[in-house]
């Protein structure tokens, strides 16, 4: 079992309260941009705990182990910005393809698929990018570690 600090266990909280909001009034949640989610979501095996986090929340995974070549959309920081009323990083979306037996690959198309983007894309108020234990800091000239799998 992995252990979780407390800042992970804030964010956890943090989420499933964002969660249990979207749930009860889908209404109530504010748009910050329109988003196509992908099929999948490849998050790197090496990144335990937020593989272990995923699966505790409720959300099944399979692994590629055919090794085929995959259409994905990665996530490249530019630069954090420095204002204080902006505190959005300038990220660039670039697609690529990739052979993913390296990843757990979280279907969007399963139950409740549809909040994955809400945890994993690095602009959602939810998602989990700001926890240092789960390495996944939106650092300026750095990959984001989630593919987007189309």
Known sequence: MVSLGQTTTKNITHLAEGIKHLLASPSAVRSAYAMTLP??????????QLVSLLTRL???????SRGWSRQVDQYFVLHQSHNCLDETPNLIRSRTNAVLTNHRLFPTSQEDGHLLGLILEPY???????????????????????LRVE
């Open 39 to 48: 099929q999948y979501y490849a998050v790197p095996i090496k990144n335990e």
């Open 124 to 146: 959602s108020e939810f998602g989990l990018q700001d926890d240092p234990k789960l390495d996944l800091q939106l650092t300026p000239c750095s990959q984001y570690p989630i």
């Open 58 to 64: 409720g959300f099944s995974s399979i692994s590629e």
